[in-house]
């Protein structure tokens, strides 16, 4: 017999918020049941918590994606939604999306406008998220967010905007499928790396925006606070400064993992520039993170941290590189 029910796991956030007066804004209140309406398919209703999201940390992140595992574990179970606030949406979708490796559907989504608004966003979301949920055409699909009738790879996926309804994107595959009254149109199947083994996360992973004439200081800083790994989201195509590059040396010889990503919202980096660039970020020990957004390159590092002995590599973030080597060409001249 063919799986029949969805698993609707709730975690909170502005599609389960109403204005609160005994907090004077709004509040995630409402329980799943709210979010229920005629004509959804079989549902087994999960409340893990109800939080906005911006509450939401990596551990309690891991136990969701650990949750979400277990349900789909269930041969009666076809896949999973999961409501959850849209701030730090993105990063549980990737988390789930590195420790899970059913090929049942798992579909994230939520809402930009409270439930109490005038023209609240959550029931067209949550009816389109369950419709794929329940599709035989997700199967493989992997982690996806489903907003306003698109769904995103979670590798991808990222929010564009702080408030409007068509608030996530994704700059490098774009949509992977269209949920509308014609059906479900699948558009890109992109490729998935192998799950992995979720022993636990490291809270010690620090994310760091390169900004124009920065030292290295901030580095130095968290590596006297303990930090494990440092992700620094670089410019352009992973460039930061010299004295960035002597701070990732002297990070690298206490023992601190540190990954540079492009604070772009398209792009890679690659290893071109020196003078600061990320070549010479990359020749003092530093881990160049591919297409990876710094916000997932933390997530990423913080399970790797969480889950070996060794070292972690560069070829531990391969699956979002061109090529898991990083290229070895070498650019001309100086970064723009």
């Given amino acids: 017999m063919a799986p029949r029910i969805v698993a609707l796991v709730s975690t909170g956030g502005t599609i389960a918020s109403r204005f609160s007066a005994d907090h004077g804004g709004l509040f995630s209140m409402d329980g799943p049941e709210a979010l229920l309406v005629p004509g959804l398919p079989a549902l087994r209703v999960d409340p893990f918590c109800n939080l906005g999201s911006n509450r939401i940390d990596l551990a309690l992140s891991l136990r969701l994606a650990q949750r979400i595992a277990a349900h789909l574990a269930d041969p009666e179970v076809a896949g999973c939604v999961v409501t959850h606030g849209t701030d730090t949406m993105e990063e549980s979708a990737f988390l789930a999306s590195r420790v899970i490796g059913s ?120 590596v006297a606070a303990g930090m494990q790994g440092i992700v ?80 972690v590599t560069a070829r531990d973030f391969g699956h979002d590189c061109r090529d898991p080597g990083q290229g070895r060409e070498l650019g001309t001249g100086r970064p723009d």
């Fill in 103 to 222: 090929e049942k559907p798992v579909v994230f989504t939520g809402a930009q406008f409270a439930a109490d608004s005038p023209a609240p966003d959550g029931p067209g979301n949550l009816a389109a998220a369950l419709r794929l949920a329940a599709s035989r055409k997700a199967r493989g699909l992997g982690v996806v967010v489903v907003f306003d009738g698109s769904a995103y790879a979670a590798e991808d996926v990222t929010k564009i905007d702080a408030q409007a309804r068509a608030g996530f994107a994704g700059p490098h595959f774009g949509p992977v499928a269209r949920i509308g009254r014609a059906g479900i149109r699948l558009l890109a199947r992109p490729p998935r790396p192998a799950p992995l083994p979720a022993a636990g996360i490291s809270p010690d992973v620090a994310l760091l925006p390169a900004a124009m004439g920065m030292d290295g200081r901030s580095i130095d800083a968290l």
């Fill in 232 to 311: 620094i989201e670089g410019f352009g195509c992973g460039n930061g400064t010299p004295e960035l590059v002597a701070a990732v040396a002297r990070a690298r010889s206490r023992g601190v993992t540190c990954v540079v990503t492009t604070r772009c919202l398209r792009g890679e980096t690659r290893p071109l520039y020196a003078d600061g660039g990320a070549l010479d970020l990359q020749r003092a020990g530093a881990i160049l993170a591919g297409r990876l957004q710094g916000k997932k390159a933390r997530i990423l590092l913080a399970l790797l941290l969480a889950g070996r002995r060794g070292s």
